[in-house]
C-alpha cells in the first residue's frame, strides 16, 4: 500500500515563505508533483518533478515564485514557496504517477497524499 505523507503547511503571512515537503512509500515513481485547492475551486497543478530530480514543470502561475525539489532518487519532494500572497491559501497535496508523458491533469496521478493546508493572511 502507498502512503503519502505532506508536512509543513501553516499560517503565514504575505510576502512570506514557506517550504512543504512530501514523503511516499513505495517504489521510486517516475514523477511527483504538487497540487492544490482552494475551497469552491478545482484542483490546480503547481508543478512536478522528475525522478533524479533534473527535470521540472510547473503551472503558469507558479514559475519563478515557487519551486519544486526532490531527493535524488528518493520518493521525498518538496514545494518552496515565496512571496506568498492570500490566493496562495489552499490545501496542497502531494501525487506519484508513473506517467511519463502526461502530468497537467490529476487523473494521471496513482496516488495523493491527505494534503497540508497553507493560509496565507494579509
Known amino acids: 500500500q502507498v502512503q503519502l505523507v505532506e508536512y509543513g503547511g501553516g499560517l503565514v503571512h504575505v510576502g512570506d515563505s514557506l517550504r512543504v515537503s512530501c514523503e511516499a512509500s513505495?517504489?521510486?515513481?517516475?514523477?511527483m508533483a504538487w497540487f492544490r485547492q482552494a475551497p469552491g475551486n478545482e484542483r490546480e497543478f503547481v508543478a512536478a518533478?522528475?525522478?533524479?530530480?533534473?527535470?521540472?514543470w510547473y503551472g503558469d502561475s507558479f514559475e519563478g515564485r515557487f519551486f519544486i525539489s526532490r531527493e535524488h532518487l528518493k520518493n521525498t519532494v518538496y514545494l518552496q514557496m515565496n512571496n506568498l500572497k492570500p490566493d496562495d491559501t489552499a490545501l496542497y497535496y502531494c501525487?506519484?504517477?508513473?506517467?511519463?508523458?502526461?502530468?497537467?491533469?490529476?487523473?494521471?496521478?496513482?496516488?495523493w497524499g491527505q494534503g497540508t493546508q497553507v493560509t496565507v493572511s494579509s
Open positions: 501525487a506519484v504517477s508513473n506517467n511519463m508523458v502526461a502530468f497537467l491533469s490529476t487523473s494521471t496521478y496513482d496516488y
Open positions: 513505495g517504489p521510486l515513481f517516475y514523477r
Open positions: 518533478i522528475g525522478r533524479s530530480g533534473g527535470a521540472t
